[in-house]
């Protein structure tokens, strides 16, 4: 299968010029010699132990979620696609990802943000119940609600790093976002609900749809990729 094909086959889905202007999805590394593509190892992020492990199961190629912002010489001899913020915005991508998991799409589900999903619960929903939903899937979320919000009417998720979104989730009717990467004085001062669900955990899940979108013409390998983070015990 031919590597143009493949990517082409992604940007139908996340089109490449939906993608922030600072990111770099696209061709990481394109070996000009070396367009017929027989297996491609997908991942999350493109790292030296990732490459070995392209090496390792012969890969000609690695379709990753994370795009490469510096490109090390011993990586230059393997084709290396991202599609980061495309993937992001694009429908069923990262954060619709996120949303299907937790069994949440049969919900009324709203767009009014690039990077924002919003969905709502007619009756709304007890923040106890819906942490139970979130612990199910991710179960080392961590969830802060300093105003003791106990209703939810209106959900935003974002996935990977969204904590920059509080006040847009807010000022678009959210009492809560699901997201990653929450830092302390951000967490104190949210006046909504937010999940730290973990940057990985809630980009991981878009693996098989990477997989998906590449299509049956080559094998497709997953990478063997945990969170750095580890519990002390």
């Known amino acids: 299968m031919n ?9 139908k889905f996340a089109p490449l010029e939906t993608a ?21 190892m997908v991942c999350l992020t493109v790292t030296d132990d ?13 379709v990753s979620h994370h795009p490469l912002f510096f490109v090390p010489m011993n990586w230059k001899d393997i084709n290396i696609y991202s599609a980061h913020t495309n993937l992001d915005k694009a429908k069923g991508g990262t954060t ?19 990077f924002l999903r919003f969905v709502e619960f ?17 179960p080392t979320a961590r969830i802060i609600n300093t105003h003791r919000i106990n209703k939810l009417n209106r959900i935003a998720f974002c996935a990977g790093s969204g904590s920059e979104f509080i006040k847009d989730s807010k000022l678009l009717g959210a009492e809560c976002l699901v997201t990653g990467d929450l830092k302390f004085h951000t967490a104190l001062d949210s006046e909504i609900v937010v999940y730290d669900i973990g940057h990985f955990e809630s980009e991981i899940l878009i693996l098989p749809i990477l997989k998906q979108l590449i299509g049956d013409g080559v094998e497709v ?13």
Do not use: R
Not at 20 to 40: M, P, R, T
Not at 50 to 62: G, L, R, T
Not at 221 to 233: D, G, H, Q, R, T
């Open 122 to 138: 007619k009756d709304g929903i007890a923040t106890g119940e819906f942490s139970k939903i979130i612990s199910k899937i991710f």
């Open 3 to 11: 590597k143009y094909e493949i990517s082409n086959e992604i940007e």
């Open 20 to 40: 922030e202007a600072w990111d770099c999805s696209g061709w990481g590394v394109d070996c000009i010699c070396d367009n017929e593509i027989s297996k491609v």
């Open 221 to 233: 390998i997953f990478a063997k990729e945990e969170s750095p983070f580890k519990p002390v015990c």
């Open 96 to 114: 619709d990802t996120i949303i299907k998991t937790l069994g949440l799409d049969k919900y009324k589900i709203n767009i009014e943000h690039e």
């Open 50 to 62: 990732v490459i070995s492990q392209a090496k390792e199961h012969h890969c000609d190629m690695i």
